[in-house]
């Protein structure tokens, strides 16, 4: 039977680039970016609506200096060989670079405890993911083929227009890139180039004989939306030629609904073990003061999603806001 549950939408309030994941434990764990940028937290519920009433426990702070001490962004936690790596980009600095960008790289922690819950000091610092390019990169994901470790995330080519692309590389640790990165995607189609050339938000989710790597574009305002690439379960994933780009976003902003700037999602799958469900931060108004990156107001979203008759997702609308 179909997961007919309504969610509490915003799960939780002031949580960008979330990141749900549910573990063979039963529990859900979720991380994000705090509006701080300045450490990271998980928290765990037994179902999505308890992750808006459960504590988070801190587990890793910045750095008072060097590479891993400002603008903590985007974590996202995986379970491999039975233990716990977070990703995360961190920089040294606030200031742009040459080419105007901000100057992050990313990075893995690694705890090997049973439950993740732990202190501070349980968790070990892997360092910088190096991909063979020094420059602004960002968003690091994860997943499983073919039982190979692939690792997928954003990244600055000064040759390359825009912001940010998509590369994919295959792993030899969960902290070391095995090959060299492949681009699957860079900004060109118009509703990935407003305000800002970017790709960047990767997530990865294997149905229907297929993979679907969904991605964020433009600018971090109501313009933000998502795109998605689809491969052949049984493709070369490091073949660029293999993956299909859609030519048209597939979540974006429902103005009616208010609901404005969806996207830097993750998957997980509902109570009922069967369900679908899109992660996602989203914003109410447009009204932004300054940069949107340091409006706080992007929240955590999820709602369920299904399939259509070809395979593909059908991600719907933005839900509306439901709470009081």
């Given at each position: ?25 039963g529990y859900y764990y979720f991380t994000a970016s705090v509006p701080a940028y ?93 991909t063979g390019m020094d420059s602004f990169s960002l968003d690091a994901t994860c ?182």
């Open positions: 039977m179909a997961n007919t549950t309504q969610y509490t939408n915003p799960l939780i309030v002031q949580r960008a680039d979330p990141f749900i994941y549910k573990h063979t434990d300045n450490l990271i937290e998980i928290r765990r519920a037994r179902t999505l609506e308890g992750l808006a009433h459960a504590a988070p426990r801190t587990i890793w702070r910045k750095h008072e200096s060097g590479p891993m001490s400002q603008l903590i962004w985007a974590p996202e936690i995986h379970y491999i060989d039975g233990k716990w790596f977070i990703y995360f980009a961190a920089a040294e600095t606030t200031a742009f670079d040459k080419n105007g960008m901000f100057q992050h790289r990313m990075f893995c922690i690694e705890c090997d405890a049973e439950d993740p819950m732990v202190s501070e000091d349980d968790w070990i610092e892997r360092g910088q993911v190096e997943f499983e083929a073919n039982d190979k470790l692939y690792y997928v995330w954003a990244q600055k080519d000064p040759e390359i227009k825009g912001n940010s692309n998509l590369y994919i590389a295959e792993m030899s640790n969960p902290w070391t890139l095995k090959t060299k990165p492949v681009m699957l995607t860079k900004p060109e189609y118009e509703w990935e180039t407003r305000g800002f050339w970017v790709n960047e938000g990767p997530a990865v989710i294997h149905r229907n004989g297929r993979f679907f790597l969904t991605y964020s574009s433009s600018a971090t305002d109501e313009n933000y939306c998502m795109g998605m690439l689809t491969v052949d379960e049984n493709a070369d994933l490091l073949d660029a030629a293999n993956w299909h780009k859609s030519d048209e976003p597939v979540f974006q902003s429902d103005l009616a609904e208010h609901q404005f700037g969806p996207g830097h999602n993750s998957f997980t799958i509902a109570e009922d073990g069967q369900t679908d469900i899109l992660v996602y931060h989203c914003r109410d108004y447009t009204d932004i003061k300054g940069d949107p990156l340091y409006d706080p107001n992007r929240h955590t979203k999820v709602q369920s999603f299904t399939w259509n008759e070809d395979g593909t997702p059908n991600f719907g609308k933005p839900v509306p806001y439901n709470y009081e």
